[in-house]
């Protein structure tokens, strides 16, 4: 047999690389967070300018820096190999991070570093990359270039110019840019909380994009006093120790619309629900159950952390852009126990805040209920303030209208299925709103009609409000929605 090299092309290569994992924004950003971090640096600026719609990214941080030939080892494709052994704070893999997660950005990619006070600078340019041709910078070039913090202390910068990614045609509004910048700004502040916040016994580190710091976005809302916090447990995959931790958050009622929408994001709590897995304390992927149990309501509240070492990537199959993990088959089954019993919990949360038939004194309730001869029957509160303004409405045939449609509702009240079903699994049952923007939404839909029911009086609709329910068990959430509307000042 005979032998011959065959390198593969260059250009062909680092332009596929480009499409090497599922970067968008602030996962490309990430991965050079994670060099900046192995690199021991205490702070790190991003600055992602827009440049009349060509935009350009610098990052440059406070870390110790590369000689030229560590930069030119850096800078060369897969530098390194995912099966060899790492220190326990790398967070890199396959050495592939910064090139792959740059260009796919970008097609110009510019690093400078400072070592020891000597600078070094090399580029690699996806329009001209004949025979693997990689730019060298001279000293004269990189003090054009650098930042003023890197010409001043030890650390690295790197520049993305020509960003064909994160432009349409070469061009981006500023409207999008500035949403595409607001994006990676939470992504990242969520991804990094725990270097953020310092926690855990990581090295605090302080992150700057475009002039504002930023600060934790922690899932787990683990200061608030009404999250529940389980028991760390540790657990052992194939000699290696890594462990879990799960949390209930608050009732909605309990928490502030800040804190609501950072723990929602954009997708909003239920898709949010479920493991948050960490690598080396920093965030890889969450908001999945990996198809043990389905995303639910009931479930919306429970957050797990499984924080894995980077000796378990391979077991965990950590895809190259470090968004993206797979259960391992060992684990389903102690995992499947976790979830399932933290559902029942997270319902007893919602389940806690329902309506009862006796509310407290002073409280009218929605439903109501009467004995007679050995018989129950549950109806629903014609005394309610907003039932009572709809059955007295100007129109008889409205209000004629709507009185049947209560009768309906009670004559088909599901009496036999709630029995069963709550001798079956009580903690699963719940009627209450489990939604933070379902619950305001029909709020301001009632607002009009138990407006007109207080006489035009703010004051009086706030004591209206607080007496009867669904919005008396709330109270803390409807105060805050009447600010929002500027209702308040007029109570």
Known sequence: MKYTNNPPDAAALMTSARSFGNYDLPSALADLLDNSIKAA??????????NDGEPSVRIVDDGYGMTESELCRAMR??????????????????????????????????????????????????DDLADWKMGILEPSEIEKLADSKLLGHDGTEIIWT?????????????????????????????????????????????ISFN???L?????????????????????????????????????????????????????????????????????IMHGTWFRLVRHGELSQLVRIAVNIPNSLDAIWKITVDKSEAQLPSG???????????????????????????????GKTP????????????????????????????????????????????EDSFPAVSIGE??????EMMNQSALDRDAFIERLDAALPALLTRSEGSFAKLWELLQATEPWAAQAAVVEEHLKAKGWWENV
């Open 421 to 426: 079903d709550f001798s079956a699994r009580p």
């Open 211 to 213: 002039g504002q710091t």
């Open 77 to 126: 494709p897969a530098s390194a190999n995912p099966d060899d052994e790492r220190a326990t704070d790398d967070l890199g893999r396959f050495g592939w991070g910064m090139k792959s997660a740059s260009l796919s950005q970008c097609r110009h990619l510019t690093v400078l570093t400072r070592k020891g006070g000597v600078l070094s600078g090399a580029s690699w340019d996806l």
């Open 162 to 206: 020509k960003c064909d990614r994160l432009s349409e045609f070469g061009k981006v509004g500023s409207r999008e840019f500035n949403e595409l910048v607001a994006h990676a700004k939470s992504e990242l502040a969520l991804t990094f909380h725990r270097y953020l916040a310092g926690d855990q016994g990581v090295r605090k580190l302080k």
């Open 331 to 361: 684990l389903r089954s102690r995992l499947r126990e976790i979830v399932n019993g933290l559902k029942g919990q997270s319902g007893k949360v919602f389940q806690s805040r329902g309506g009862r038939i006796k509310p407290a004194e």
């Open 41 to 50: 640096a205490r702070k790190v600026d991003i600055l992602c300018v827009r």
């Open 366 to 409: 929605v439903w109501a209920k009467y004995v007679r001869n050995g018989e129950v029957r549950y109806y629903i509160n014609r005394e309610h303030p907003l039932m009572a303004e709809m059955l007295e409405h100007d129109d008889p045939s409205v209000a004629h209208s709507f009185g049947a449609a209560l009768g309906i509702i």
């Open 215 to 283: 600060e934790p976005i922690d899932p787990f809302l683990r200061n608030h006093p009404a999250t529940q916090v389980k028991p760390v447990e540790p657990l052992e995959l194939e000699g290696k120790r890594f462990n879990v931790q799960a949390f209930i958050l608050p009732h909605f009622s309990k928490i502030s619309s800040h804190e609501h929408e950072k723990l929602g994001g954009v997708e909003g709590f239920v898709r949010n629900q479920g493991f948050y897995i960490y690598r080396q304390h920093r965030l």
